[in-house]
């Protein structure tokens, strides 16, 4: 089972930080964590993904706790783009199959 | 185009009628996938196809078929439509599935069943 929780919903306000928290606390050792939002009337886009370590790129960071039960991704000043719903997904780092299940995930709100 | 492609965009059939979805990838990527989004929930997939002539079922198989007879397409077919398969379906691809690579959605088909 591939199960993560997130918050319903967040509200944010442009330009400020925003941290979106996962807990995955059944997680293996080799299972990563990946992050994908899908603004409205689109389909999901990839964000960013880690295994252990705290991750950057373009869009966004990715916290990983130590014992990797629980993540937070942080987009670190929130424009009204970033309105969207953000998933945050397990995915074996054995699969042959490339599966993401899906949960309801975070519906983020930005206020200007 | 460059990309994944869905085709029609919006398409509206009644019961009992037999509906093919279009997915095409430009990039070769050898995985491809069928998803289905009901209003306000996430993602369910349908079936997965890890090469040509390579397919597999998801969480939610009943009532579709699929096919990958070429690596760029995997249609999606509804052999005969049910009002319960009234969603919007996305398409996605991928290279190889280790747990880090990312999935490319297309802009999805919103498919009403009457």
């Known amino acids: 089972d591939a199960k993560t929780t997130q918050p319903n919903s967040m509200e944010s306000n442009e330009e400020e930080p925003v941290h979106l928290p996962c807990n995955h606390s059944?997680?293996?050792?080799?299972?990563?964590i990946h992050w994908y939002r899908q603004l409205p009337s689109q389909g999901p886009e990839y964000v960013i993904h880690?295994?252990?370590s705290n991750v950057n790129n373009r869009m966004a960071s990715l916290a990983i706790a130590e014992d990797r039960k629980s993540s937070t991704l942080i987009l670190h000043r929130a424009t009204l783009r970033d309105a969207a719903v953000y998933y945050c997904?397990?995915?074996?780092?054995?699969?042959?199959?490339?599966?993401?299940?899906f949960g309801q995930g975070t519906t983020l709100q930005v206020k200007p | 185009d460059a990309g994944i492609t869905q085709s029609p965009r919006y398409k509206i059939t009644e019961t009992g009628r037999q509906v093919t979805l279009m997915c095409h990838q430009t990039?070769?990527?050898?995985?491809m996938f069928w998803y289905r989004q009901d209003l306000g929930h996430g993602l369910r997939l349908i079936y997965y196809?890890?090469?040509?002539?390579?397919?597999d079922k998801g969480e939610v198989p009943d009532g579709y078929v699929v096919s990958r007879s070429k690596t760029e397409n995997f249609p999606l077919t509804l052999e005969s439509a049910t009002r319960s398969q009234t969603s919007v379906y996305f398409c996605?691809?991928?290279?190889?599935?280790?747990?880090?690579?990312?999935?490319?959605f297309g802009p999805g088909t919103r498919l009403t069943v009457l």
């Open positions: 996605a691809s991928s290279t190889w599935t280790g747990g880090h690579n990312e999935q490319f």
């Open positions: 059944t997680i293996s050792g080799t299972d990563y």
């Open positions: 880690g295994l252990t």
């Open positions: 997904i397990r995915r074996g780092g054995s699969s042959n199959t490339g599966k993401l299940i």
């Open positions: 990039w070769s990527h050898s995985y």
């Open positions: 196809s890890a090469a040509a002539d390579i397919t």
